[in-house]
């Protein structure tokens, strides 16, 4: 009986050990942290390693990205969200809202309703760096409320 729950103690460190893949690095408190695969910065929603991470990407044309992936930010994750919508405040304390739009992808089959890429509709270059909260965003069957957004542009240019 020992034996299986040593075995049992085993299997469950090494399914937490192996929850996250290649695409993590060690920070300087040894706690592991993620990388954005398209170069951009990452929001962790949730429970670290339960929940959900968005990336916010800088397009060169100026407008923002978002694209919404899993707890280890490797696999993309399809929500019916009609928008993704940023609430940020200027130097004047003035609000606004930044509203991201999904986007359609023909090849991946994404569709209006059914994507993980979302983009704003209005360029975002000169307001960085963008502090601001999304209200409330539904993500499978969990809902987030007031999660806090700090971009300051891409990781990687």
């Given at each position: 009986?020992m034996k299986f729950f040593i075995g049992i ?38 429970k670290h390693g339960s929940g959900y991470n ?104």
């Amino acid at each position: 009986m020992m034996k299986f729950f040593i075995g049992i103690t085993l299997s469950i460190a090494s399914l937490f050990l192996l929850s996250c893949g290649q695409n993590e690095t060690d920070d300087h408190s040894g706690h592991h942290v993620h990388t954005a695969p398209h170069g951009g910065q990452l929001v962790e929603i949730g429970k670290h390693g339960s929940g959900y991470n968005l990336e916010f990407v800088l397009h060169e044309d100026g407008f923002l990205k978002i694209y919404v992936l899993d707890s280890c930010a490797e696999n993309f994750l399809r929500i019916p969200a009609n928008s993704i919508d940023i609430e940020v405040s200027d130097e004047n304390n003035n609000s606004k809202t930044i509203v991201c739009e999904p986007i359609e992808d023909p090849i991946t089959g994404e569709t209006i309703g059914n994507t993980s890429v979302f983009t704003s509709t209005v360029r975002i270059s000169d307001n960085l760096p963008l502090k601001g909260i999304i209200r409330k965003l539904d993500i499978l069957e969990f809902s987030f409320e007031d999660v806090e957004i700090n971009f300051s542009g891409n990781s990687i240019n």
